[in-house]
Structures are given as structure tokens and as C-alpha cells.
């Protein structure tokens, strides 16, 4: 027989003592624990389960309605009999209507084995309806475990998030479409964030999946979407949430994640579901996929948030598929469409104008003084190299504009002083594609495009896709003016150690044909300046 926990609550020493041994005796199984006045019963309800509580109804200083309040409040699942030596109607009615759930007249509980048949009477059924209840609480979870999750794979659905998001307006006003940088997402506004609160939003689908259906059949595409989500469960963390969004579309909700953490992780992730086949009639099947990132403060995390995500990733389909877009981007393209100008040069002027005041000291210094020594150091290689007139212009715009990139790369992580982490370096790695996209929005055309684009290519990882000159011409030169300056992680070299760099690295990083010509013609011109 289970152990039974009882509490007789009684004022009178000699009743609380009957009351006692009515209940006990004869029955090792019960334990009674005793209580004399309200704050006794108090003590004992806050530190102590119990499966039933036996009241006097007048305590003297209080009466049994008041303990039952007590017992709701602190214990609503334990049920209690109240017992008194009146005939009062008005006694019985009290105490049923402020939660007993059984009257006992103190003559008859005392009489033997009445108070405790009553007692187990009670128990029983309590005991009954709670596992009823239970059953019921497990049965409804499952219902909603059911409707929230996604049948084919297994993760949360579109009505997961809805519930957990309730409360936010789908209709929230998107972002600011008047060429202005939204409050929370602008790069200066952005470095000024408590890192702490906030959260990633990462949307992504798989590329052409309408594709993959049509050749393969739908039941090929359904162990696509599965073997997704099976990668996708192993690749979160414990406290984020994974989602199918619908169709392709998948959802990943991570708390307490800054900018370069979110899209590290959709790196890696990008990296994994390329590498992992798929196999269709014996032929093994690669799928791709694009991503759509954005970061907010926790507080700020709701269908707002997923939308931008959506915005960046859909910009991340217009740009070709299979890559990262964050929201950051999404925003300066907007700003981008009422930027005047007769020429690309004359666009990248009003732009730096126009977003001046949004920018960080360490993203205005790469976007003008080291930018114009870049671009002044490219065409001074190119000349070196006998470039006709077309590709030296060339390579002075894509000078200029090589890293517009890092206007949407965050501040801090530009101006660390430390090595970055392989997060951050991560995010630092997609300004040369966003950098890309900007100058071709000035109305670059796509060979000056590409300088910038690939001007961070390492010439011995070309893997057989030839690099344009231009751009190994411009990683020459920008490593030159890094090495020769200031910077928050290391003190500028002297020209003499920038040569021997560049001389050591050559054939890997770096075009042997341009690091020569690099060193005989800044060396040419830092003598020609010496005179």
C-alpha cells in the first residue's frame, strides 16, 4: 500500500491528539503531521506535500475558511476535509463553498475507522481525477506537438512560431523605404547594441527545388527536405529553434546570437548541405541552398524580423543563389536606388556624403583615405605592367571601391584590436561580394565588378577559375596599404618589410607578375617622391 501524508490541523491538544490516532493507528503507511494554529499550518504547507489535509473548522482565532484559502493559494491540488462539532448548515455550506471537499461531524470522526474511511474515499478520487487530468494534459500536448510540427520532417511548423511570436503584428511597418538606414539595423547604430540581447534570424530555402521535383519525382524531393531537417536538427544549438517554414523553406530562430555568429553558422550549414549527397537512381545528387540573415534585439524578435530575413533572402536568389545575404545589405540597396550621379565615381561620392553620419572611424577610414591609397597603389601597378588607358580607370574605380563592403560589416569587429574570431572573420569574408554588388549598383560595369569581387581570391586557390588581373593587381595593392598602415591589430611596417612580404608570399597569395612589378614601381615612385 502507498504512503499516505496527512495534516490534522486543530487547536485543542486533546482533539488534535484524537484526531490523530482515528487516522494512524493501525496503519504504518500513514504519516501525520501536526499543526495548532494558522501560522504552524502555514509553515507546514509551504515546506510539505501532503495527499490530504483534515481541518477543525474553528480555531479560534480563525476559522477553517481561512486555511482553506491558505491551501488553494499554496496547494490547489490537495484536497481537504473539514471537521467541526456543529450542526450549523450555514458551518457545512462555508466550508464546501471555500474548497473542502468533505464535511465530517467531530462525533463521527472520531467514532472508529469513520474518519479515515472517509479520508481514503477521498484520496482515491482525487488521486483518480489527477491522473484523469494528466491523461488529459498529455493527450492535449501531443494534439498541439501534432499540429505544431511538420509531418514530413519532424521540425516545428509555421504555427510553432506563430504561437510563440503571439502578440507581434505581422503588418509591423517593414523597414524605412525612404533611402534611410533602419534605426536598429544602420552600421553605426549597429556597434552601439548591447551584444547581449540579441538574436539571429536565419531564412533559407533550397535552390531550384522545382528543379530537383521535376527530374528526380516528389518522393526523391521529400528525402531532400528530410535529409535537410535530419542536418539541420544536428547542426543547432540545444536552445535554438528549427522550423520548415514551407515548401523548401526552412526557419532557424538563435537567442543570445550576434550578426557574425548567425551567419557563421549559415555558413557552415550552406557548406554541409552542398556536401552531403543525395542519391536519385544511382546518381548522386548535390543541392545548394540560399540564406537570408538578420539581427535584432531580443525584445525586437517577431514576424518583423522574419520578413527582413526574407527580404535578404530573396536579394541572396537575385544574386545568383547559393549564398548569404543579411538584412544590412537589403537596407543599403534601398539607400542606393535615389543616389544621383553623372558617373560611378560621382555615385561613390554622394554616397560616402549621404552615409557619413552612419558610419563608424574605422569604416570611414577604409572607405576614403585607404581606399584612395589602394586605388592610387592599383594604378600605379597597372602602369608598371603596361595596362591600356580602359583598364588603369578600371582599376582607380575598383580601388575606390573595393571595400564599400565594410559599410555593412560592423564596427567593432573592424576596429578590434585583437585577432578576430573565426565567426567574425566569417562575416569580414562577405564584404568582397557585397562589395561587389554595391559598385555594380553605381553602374559599374561587370569586368571592374569582378576586380572587386575577387580581390581577396589567393592566387595559388584559383582552382582553375582564372582571376582577372585587375583584381590580382588590386590584392597586391591593398595588402600593401594595410601592411604600411596603422591599424587597431597591428602598427604600420616600413616599405622595406612590406616588400619582403609581399616577396614571400609570392606564387601563394599573391600573382608573382604583379608582386614584381608591385615592388619595382612603388619603389620607383618612393624614390621619385624622396627627390
Known amino acids: 500500500m502507498p504512503d499516505v501524508r496527512l495534516l490534522v490541523v486543530d487547536d485543542d491538544p486533546g482533539h488534535l491528539e484524537l484526531l490523530s490516532r482515528a487516522l494512524g493507528d493501525g496503519r504504518p503507511h500513514v504519516t501525520i503531521a501536526r499543526a495548532a494554529d494558522r501560522g504552524e499550518f502555514e509553515d507546514a504547507i509551504q515546506t510539505r506535500e501532503f495527499d490530504c489535509v483534515i481541518i477543525d ?75 484523469e487530468r494528466r491523461t488529459q494534459e498529455r493527450r492535449t500536448q501531443r494534439l498541439l506537438e501534432m499540429a505544431e510540427s ?35 539595423s544602420g552600421p553605426h547604430r549597429r556597434h552601439t547594441q548591447d ?38 536538427r544536428r547542426s543547432v544549438n540545444p536552445g535554438d529553434i528549427a522550423c520548415r517554414w514551407g515548401g523548401e523553406e526552412f526557419l532557424v530562430l538563435r537567442p543570445n546570437s550576434e550578426l557574425a555568429q548567425a551567419v557563421s553558422f549559415a555558413e557552415a550549414f550552406r557548406f554541409d548541405l552542398q556536401a552531403t549527397p543525395f542519391h536519385a537512381g544511382g546518381k548522386l545528387v548535390s543541392v545548394t541552398s540560399s540564406f537570408g540573415v538578420v539581427c535584432v534585439h531580443s525584445a525586437e524578435l517577431s514576424f518583423n524580423a522574419i520578413a527582413r530575413a526574407d527580404q535578404a533572402l530573396y536579394r541572396a536568389k537575385r544574386r545568383g543563389r547559393n549564398r ?23 555615385r561613390l561620392r554622394n554616397t560616402l556624403r549621404r552615409t ?82 554595391i559598385i555594380h549598383l553605381l553602374g559599374a560595369d561587370n569586368e571592374t565588378t ?62 608573382p607578375e604583379v608582386v614584381e612589378a608591385a615592388v619595382s614601381s612603388l619603389k620607383s615612385h618612393a624614390l621619385a617622391v624622396s627627390i
Open 57 to 131: 473548522y474553528n480555531l479560534g482565532s480563525c476559522c477553517a475558511d481561512e486555511l482553506l484559502r491558505d491551501l488553494r493559494e499554496v496547494r490547489p491540488d490537495c484536497p481537504a476535509i473539514v471537521v467541526s462539532g456543529s450542526n450549523r448548515q450555514d458551518i457545512v455550506v462555508c466550508s464546501l463553498r471555500h474548497g473542502c471537499v468533505d464535511f465530517v461531524h467531530k462525533d463521527d470522526a472520531l467514532e472508529p475507522g469513520v474518519l479515515w474511511e472517509r479520508v481514503d474515499v477521498v484520496i482515491s478520487e482525487w488521486q483518480r481525477r489527477k491522473i
Open 150 to 184: 511538420d509531418p514530413l520532417t519532424g521540425l516545428a511548423n509555421r504555427r510553432a512560431i506563430h504561437r510563440l511570436l503571439q502578440g507581434e503584428g505581422e503588418d509591423a511597418p517593414m523597414s524605412d523605404q525612404a533611402g534611410h538606414w533602419p534605426d536598429s
Open 195 to 232: 551584444r547581449r540581447g540579441t538574436s539571429a534570424v536565419i531564412l533559407f530555402d533550397l535552390d531550384n527545388f522545382k528543379a530537383i521535383n521535376d527530374t528526380h519525382g516528389h518522393e526523391f524531393g521529400d528525402e531532400v527536405l528530410r535529409g535537410t531537417a535530419a542536418l539541420l
Open 324 to 346: 548569404i545575404c543579411t538584412w544590412e545589405s537589403v537596407a543599403f540597396e534601398c539607400l542606393m536606388r535615389d543616389i544621383a550621379g553623372a558617373s560611378p565615381a560621382e
Open 356 to 437: 557619413e553620419g552612419d558610419l563608424g572611424p574605422t569604416q570611414r577610414e577604409h572607405l576614403n583615405d585607404h581606399s584612395f591609397r589602394v586605388s592610387e597603389t592599383a594604378v600605379c601597378i597597372g602602369n608598371r605592367l603596361g595596362l591600356q588607358r580602359q583598364e588603369l580607370e578600371r582599376l582607380r574605380l575598383a580601388g575606390l571601391c573595393h571595400d564599400l563592403g565594410k559599410m555593412i560589416v560592423p564596427e567593432q569587429i573592424l576596429a578590434k584590436p585583437g585577432r578576430l574570431t573565426r565567426e567574425e572573420v566569417v562575416l569580414m569574408d562577405l564584404h568582397a561580394e557585397d562589395g561587389a554588388d
Open 450 to 511: 569582378s576586380y572587386v569581387r575577387l580581390h581577396h581570391r589567393r592566387f595559388d586557390e584559383s582552382n582553375g577559375s582564372p582571376i582577372p588581373l585587375g583584381a590580382r593587381v588590386l590584392n597586391v595593392a591593398d595588402a600593401f596599404v594595410a601592411m604600411t598602415s596603422n591599424r587597431p591589430y597591428q602598427s604600420a611596417r616600413s616599405d622595406h618589410e612590406a616588400f619582403s612580404e609581399l616577396m614571400r608570399q609570392s606564387g601563394k597569395q599573391f600573382d
